[in-house]
């Protein structure tokens, strides 16, 4: 089944966990343009915004652009964890599992106010 590219952008966005929002706040774009290009409302993103989407959601261009591969690439250099990544990840596995799963939902709670925060702010940039 074919995809579009829009779609594809959807896909790459709920797969890297990122809500609207999130994926326009690392764009520097306003949520409704993310929504447009989710739903062909407008449209396909410029050059730097498809560039920016591959390097932000970790994907492959030629998936992202033609829908063709993988949506990532094996061995891709951009999923090596950075020096902090892999700290945290240390950090986070030394923790009991009742440590870790209280850290995970506060760590979403602060994701989701932040998410709020910032769709608030971008709706009023908007007027």
């Given amino acids: 089944m074919e995809s579009t590219l829009s779609e594809r952008i959807r ?3 709920e797969a890297a966990g990122l809500s609207m929002s999130e994926l326009a706040r ?4 306003s949520k409704q343009v993310v929504w447009s290009w989710e739903n062909r409302d407008i449209k396909d993103p410029r050059l ?3 560039l920016a989407l591959r390097d932000i959601l970790n994907i492959s261009i030629d998936w ?10 094996k061995n ?3 999923r ?4 902090r990544q892999k700290s945290l990840v240390n950090l986070f596995d030394a923790l ?8 995970f939902r506060r760590l979403q709670e ?3 106010y932040f998410d709020t925060i910032m769709e608030e702010l971008l709706a009023k940039k908007k007027y």
């Fill in 76 to 78: 891709d250099p951009a």
């Fill in 64 to 73: 992202l652009v033609t829908g063709k591969g993988e949506m990532r690439e």
């Fill in 96 to 103: 009991p599992e009742s440590e870790q799963n209280e850290f």
């Fill in 26 to 29: 690392r764009l520097n774009v």
């Fill in 11 to 13: 896909l790459a966005r």
């Fill in 110 to 112: 602060k994701k989701s």
């Fill in 80 to 83: 090596v964890l950075s020096e």
């Fill in 48 to 50: 730097e915004h498809i």
